[in-house]
């Protein structure tokens, strides 16, 4: 294997790792938001699983790169940077789960499987899952069992 191309990979995982976080609390404060609570501290800590001083210092690394303000007790809010970031994040989210959703994967596991994938799918391995999608791969795999496809 070509070692340019090897370390290629290895450098797109380890920016991908540095995003994971950042594009989970933008999505997320964004989520909460658009059900019409606020985006307050310990919402973020409940909804994540992690305790408020863990967010505590997420926010204030969000806020730093821009992405975030907080106003005193009135929570968080997204710049419209962190609103950038959390619309492409949710845009890719929905692409790997409809893809996974027609592969036939239960929705429950398209939808945790989609959270980890999305992260970390390139933009032409994206584009590819939304081509594969507008031609018609639910169809395609409903007709077609992955025993056949290994044959």
Known sequence: MDMQLHSEGFRANRAARQKVL???????????LAEGQEARQVDIAGRLGVSQPTVAKMLARLSTEGLVTQKPYRGVFLTDAGQQMAH??????GIVEAFLLA???????ARIDAEGIEHYVGPETLTAFETALKKGLAQFSSTNTVDAKLR
Not at 88 to 93: D, L, P, Q, Y
């Open 22 to 32: 950042v594009e989970d609390y933008v999505e997320l404060i964004s989520d909460l």
């Open 88 to 93: 492409k994040a949710r845009h890719r989210h």
């Open 103 to 109: 592969l036939g994967i239960s929705e429950e596991n």
